[in-house]
């Protein structure tokens, strides 16, 4: 039987670490694993290390966090220790949403470093940004996803930035009429994509840029009046004066708290999971339905 | 839409898109336009269902109500997998595009034998059990395996005697004594050959493939292939995403007149009134007709099932291969098949493609033999594709122009033909150190 192996080598299943997620946040995040489906398990996740000539090491969590960046001026909250065991670790996509110039890059930089970025030209090679919390003794992921530019002209982002997403942040400029109207062509694209306001993936509203004076300012009534139809929670900040850092990083740990009680504790079986995605779908197609009725406001 | 742009891609196929983000990873400044308001071209997926109806039946044409939600709908226009060692996985992790997709993996294979549908072993038990062969025939088969396994074309005692630059792939199968149904299984159901050309070709490239195959199914189960969860265009919008990191500029749904010339050379692309001036153009064969030649035609059908493919033990997705000879015919037919387990179709539906390269004059009647396999079907498209390549290949006009999309079932042509472009547009091979957002940190 010696020469029967070389047709078939061993499945190499088993190599890494299975990921103990519920099935939203399976996708590959590291560059040389790729995220594959061992049916014969039917369809229990597992990361399956792909062999290259020099696999980089995978970079414990304790490093991608910003606390140890040497000019983030801001304490991080809730920062993991590196030497802790974690009952769970959770990765959590969020997505932020809104017209170009908003300041929707210098958000996500403000909640994962810290502070303004020193150059506001367009960012290259910056796929998203992630910070590490614990909060109950449970590590948290949360990676916050950017357009990439690809709002600059509507309908051109890609579908799959708009998949297993765990939550929303709207963005529009308070001194910008136009990017407040535009609101509810960007809850229409998320809708279209299945990312409807139901409590399971959580939708904020940050009107930003409320530090710069405008005579036709966006009034905060007329804000909170829409988030409230949209049910969605709504603050008015600054990413960019300093006197609003601490407001920012507040608005972060709500959402974080939002993510935090969004998901179940225990890990669902394959059944509960199915009956729940179901249950959810329909909830998606009534709900649809009405959003259609209602038409939309602005 | 001033300035001058390095690159202009037209068509947000997945070679344009794979060029797009190469070309942006390298640094070029890169404006990509399409002029449908959606991703993909002629690697879309397209979804909702309403969508595929009125490509083909025209505006208002309406789906069934009991084909569900529209949106749980996304059906390719091009049937491929891909080679889980095959160079496009390869290009997919080494770009990291892996991180916006998912994929699973086929769950089988089949080979058509005199009219009844065969499983393509997958392992040594399925080999052992299988009735595609001989007791015999087995052994030999086996024996050829092994040998394929350790063929090096740089080392001359793994030849075993044979010359990889004189002997045929024929003579490779009458040496291990190889009956003809065993060589027809070889060559189109592993090796994945459309006809028989390679028979009378030296065969260290027949190898290859077949070792190809071999690598891919030894990767992650019970079939070489892999596929993207909601469809192929999930690739063309990965890349594009790639792209637009590294500072692509996007632009859907952008009618596009023609490429500006002057003095032979390419200045930009005229849209509407206005010229975006571009030193480069890369587009599809649609974009540029007057560079490109026919060279042939796809038909393919798209067919909406309620049911799995008859005797292939309710595989949730798999190919089926009909060798050419079974059906006499000069090109293979393929069949692909997919389902929810892929996110393509609502709980309950299959989507099936059957497609070959045309060679009558009535390309409806040649996939006949594949779709008398797949039972009712409940709708049926049919789609015949022009095979267009380019005759300029962009040294002074410096538009390059990539190859249609080829009767294959998988994506190595495909990837041969993007890396040639980007040779071709940039006199250099690509480099992959040039991709730094893998690492997670900021460049500021």
């Given at each position: 039987?010696?020469?029967?192996?070389?047709?078939?080598?061993?499945?190499?299943?088993?190599?890494?670490?299975?990921?103990?997620?519920?099935?939203?946040?399976?996708?590959?995040?590291?560059?040389?694993?790729?995220?594959?489906?061992?049916?014969?398990?039917?369809?229990?996740?597992?990361?399956?290390?792909?062999?290259?000539?020099?696999?980089?090491?995978?970079?414990?969590?304790?490093?991608?966090?910003?606390?140890?960046?040497?000019?983030?001026?801001?304490?991080?909250?809730?920062?993991?220790?590196?030497?802790?065991?974690?009952?769970?670790?959770?990765?959590?996509?969020?997505?932020?949403?809104?017209?170009?110039?908003?300041?929707?890059?210098?958000?996500?930089?403000?909640?994962?470093?810290?502070?303004?970025?020193?150059?506001?030209?367009?960012?290259?090679?910056?796929?998203?940004?992630?910070?590490?919390?614990?909060?109950?003794?449970e590590l948290l992921r949360v990676?916050?996803?950017?357009?990439?530019?690809?709002?600059?002209?509507?309908?051109?982002?890609?579908?799959?930035?708009?998949?297993?997403?765990?939550?929303?942040?709207?963005?529009?400029?308070?001194?910008?009429?136009?990017?407040?109207?535009?609101?509810?062509?960007?809850?229409?694209?998320?809708?279209?994509?299945?990312?409807?306001?139901?409590?399971?993936?959580?939708?904020?509203?940050?009107g930003n840029k409320c530090d710069?004076?405008?005579?036709?300012?966006?009034?905060?009534?007329?804000?909170?009046?829409?988030?409230?139809?949209?049910?969605?929670?709504?603050?008015?900040?600054?990413?960019?004066?300093?006197?609003?850092?601490?407001?920012?990083?507040?608005?972060?740990?709500?959402?974080l708290h939002k993510l935090q009680?969004?998901?179940?504790?225990?890990?669902?079986?394959?059944?509960?999971?199915?009956?729940?995605?179901?249950?959810?779908?329909?909830?998606?197609?009534?709900?649809?339905?009405?959003?259609?009725?209602?038409?939309?406001?602005? | 839409?001033?300035?001058?742009?390095?690159?202009?891609?037209?068509?947000?196929?997945?070679?344009?898109?794979?060029?797009?983000?190469?070309?942006?990873?390298?640094?070029?400044?890169?404006?990509?336009?399409?002029?449908?308001?959606?991703?993909?071209?002629?690697?879309?997926?397209?979804?909702?269902?309403?969508?595929?109806?009125?490509?083909?039946?025209?505006?208002?044409?309406?789906?069934?109500?009991?084909?569900?939600?529209?949106?749980?709908?996304?059906?390719?226009?091009?049937?491929?997998?891909?080679?889980?060692?095959?160079?496009?996985?390869?290009?997919?992790?080494?770009?990291?595009?892996?991180?916006?997709?998912?994929?699973?993996?086929?769950?089988?294979?089949?080979?058509?034998?005199?009219?009844?549908?065969?499983?393509?072993?997958?392992?040594?038990?399925?080999?052992?059990?299988?009735?595609?062969?001989?007791?015999?025939?087995?052994?030999?088969?086996?024996?050829?395996?092994?040998?394929?396994?350790?063929?090096?074309?740089?080392?001359?005692?793994?030849?075993?005697?044979?010359?990889?630059?004189?002997?045929?792939?024929?003579?490779?199968?009458?040496?291990?004594?190889?009956?003809?149904?065993?060589?027809?299984?070889?060559?189109?159901?592993?090796?994945?050959?459309?006809?028989?050309?390679?028979?009378?070709?030296?065969?260290?490239?027949?190898?290859?493939?077949?070792?190809?195959?071999?690598?891919?199914?030894?990767?992650?189960?019970?079939?070489?292939?892999?596929?993207?969860?909601?469809?192929?265009?999930?690739?063309?919008?990965?890349?594009?995403?790639?792209?637009?990191?590294?500072?692509?500029?996007?632009?859907?749904?952008?009618?596009?007149?023609?490429?500006?010339?002057?003095?032979?050379?390419?200045?930009?692309?005229?849209?509407?009134?206005?010229?975006?001036?571009?030193?480069?153009?890369?587009?599809?064969?649609?974009?540029?007709?007057?560079?490109?030649?026919?060279?042939?035609?796809?038909?393919?059908?798209?067919?909406?099932?309620?049911?799995?493919?008859?005797?292939?033990?309710?595989?949730?997705?798999?190919?089926?291969?009909?060798?050419?000879?079974?059906?006499?015919?000069?090109?293979?037919?393929?069949?692909?098949?997919?389902?929810?387990?892929?996110?393509?179709?609502?709980?309950?539906?299959?989507?099936?493609?059957?497609?070959?390269?045309?060679?009558?004059?009535?390309?409806?009647?040649?996939?006949?033999?594949?779709?008398?396999?797949?039972?009712?079907?409940?709708?049926?498209?049919?789609?015949?594709?022009?095979?267009?390549?380019?005759?300029?290949?962009?040294?002074?006009?410096?538009?390059?122009?990539?190859?249609?999309?080829?009767?294959?079932?998988?994506?190595?042509?495909?990837?041969?033909?993007?890396?040639?472009?980007?040779?071709?547009?940039?006199?250099?091979?690509?480099?992959?150190?040039?991709?730094?957002?893998?690492?997670?940190?900021?460049?500021?």
């Amino acid at each position: 039987m010696s020469e029967h192996h070389v047709n078939i080598p061993a499945p190499q299943f088993s190599t890494y670490a299975t990921v103990i997620d519920p099935p939203k946040q399976v996708t590959a995040t590291h560059p040389d694993e790729m995220v594959i489906y061992n049916i014969m398990n039917s369809s229990t996740p597992v990361r399956v290390p792909y062999p290259t000539s020099a696999p980089p090491a995978i970079p414990p969590p304790a490093l991608i966090t910003r606390t140890s960046e040497p000019s983030a001026p801001k304490k991080m909250a809730l920062a993991p220790s590196s030497n802790r065991n974690y009952k769970q670790k959770r990765t959590f996509k969020v997505i932020i949403v809104g017209n170009a110039a908003v300041g929707k890059t210098c958000l996500s930089f403000r909640f994962c470093c810290g502070r303004f970025p020193e150059h506001t030209e367009a960012t290259i090679g910056v796929d998203f940004r992630e910070r590490s919390c614990v909060i109950e003794n449970e590590l948290l992921r949360v990676q916050l996803w950017d357009t990439a530019g690809q709002e600059r002209y509507r309908q051109s982002i890609v579908a799959h930035y708009y998949r297993n997403v765990n939550a929303v942040v709207f963005v529009y400029d308070v001194t910008c009429r136009e990017s407040f109207n535009d609101l509810s062509l960007w809850i229409k694209e998320c809708e279209k994509h299945g990312l409807v306001g139901d409590s399971e993936v959580p939708r904020i509203l940050i009107g930003n840029k409320c530090d710069v004076e405008c005579a036709t300012k966006v009034s905060t009534d007329e804000a909170q009046m829409f988030a409230d139809r949209n049910n969605m929670a709504l603050f008015e900040t600054s990413v960019k004066a300093a006197s609003e850092a601490d407001h920012v990083e507040s608005i972060f740990l709500t959402l974080l708290h939002k993510l935090q009680q969004s998901k179940p504790m225990h890990v669902q079986s394959q059944d509960e999971r199915q009956q729940k995605e179901q249950e959810r779908l329909i909830l998606k197609a009534n709900q649809t339905e009405n959003v259609e009725e209602e038409g939309f406001c602005c | 839409m001033d300035e001058e742009y390095d690159a202009i891609v037209l068509g947000t196929g997945l070679k344009e898109c794979i060029i797009s983000g190469m070309l942006s990873v390298s640094g070029k400044k890169v404006l990509h336009i399409d002029r449908n308001n959606y991703y993909g071209g002629e690697s879309a997926s397209l979804t909702p269902l309403e969508q595929l109806y009125e490509k083909f039946h025209g505006a208002g044409a309406k789906p069934q109500p009991e084909m569900g939600r529209g949106r749980d709908w996304n059906v390719d226009l091009i049937p491929k997998f891909l080679m889980a060692n095959g160079p496009l996985v390869k290009l997919l992790i080494h770009t990291g595009v892996t991180r916006y997709l998912e994929f699973k993996s086929i769950e089988a294979s089949f080979v058509v034998k005199g009219g009844k549908i065969y499983k393509v072993p997958a392992d040594e038990m399925e080999a052992l059990a299988t009735s595609l062969m001989g007791m015999f025939e087995k052994r030999r088969f086996k024996k050829f395996l092994v040998w394929v396994q350790q063929f090096d074309e740089a080392k001359e005692d793994t030849w075993q005697g044979l010359d990889p630059h004189n002997d045929t792939m024929q003579k490779v199968y009458e040496k291990f004594g190889l009956d003809e149904n065993t060589a027809d299984f070889t060559g189109h159901a592993l090796a994945l050959y459309r006809d028989d050309e390679h028979k009378n070709q030296p065969f260290a490239p027949a190898v290859e493939k077949i070792r190809l195959y071999s690598d891919s199914l030894a990767r992650y189960g019970k079939s070489p292939y892999l596929y993207p969860l909601y469809g192929l265009g999930e690739l063309p919008q990965g890349f594009a995403r790639l792209s637009a990191i590294y500072g692509g500029t996007y632009m859907l749904d952008k009618p596009v007149d023609e490429i500006v010339i002057e003095n032979g050379k390419a200045i930009g692309v005229k849209c509407g009134e206005e010229i975006v001036r571009g030193k480069q153009i890369y587009c599809d064969p649609s974009y540029a007709k007057e560079r490109v030649k026919k060279t042939g035609q796809v038909v393919r059908a798209i067919c909406l099932l309620n049911h799995p493919i008859p005797n292939t033990n309710d595989a949730q997705s798999c190919q089926i291969i009909i060798p050419q000879k079974q059906v006499g015919r000069h090109y293979d037919i393929y069949i692909s098949c997919c389902s929810n387990t892929n996110m393509v179709t609502p709980k309950g539906w299959y989507l099936a493609m059957v497609s070959t390269t045309v060679e009558t004059s009535n390309p409806e009647a040649e996939v006949l033999p594949g779709l008398q396999l797949l039972g009712p079907i409940a709708e049926k498209f049919i789609q015949i594709s022009d095979v267009y390549e380019p005759t300029d290949m962009g040294a002074e006009s410096q538009i390059f122009v990539s190859r249609s999309y080829d009767a294959t079932t998988h994506f190595e042509t495909t990837c041969k033909d993007v890396l040639d472009l980007f040779q071709r547009g940039t006199t250099k091979e690509f480099d992959f150190t040039n991709i730094t957002h893998l690492s997670l940190n900021d460049n500021e």
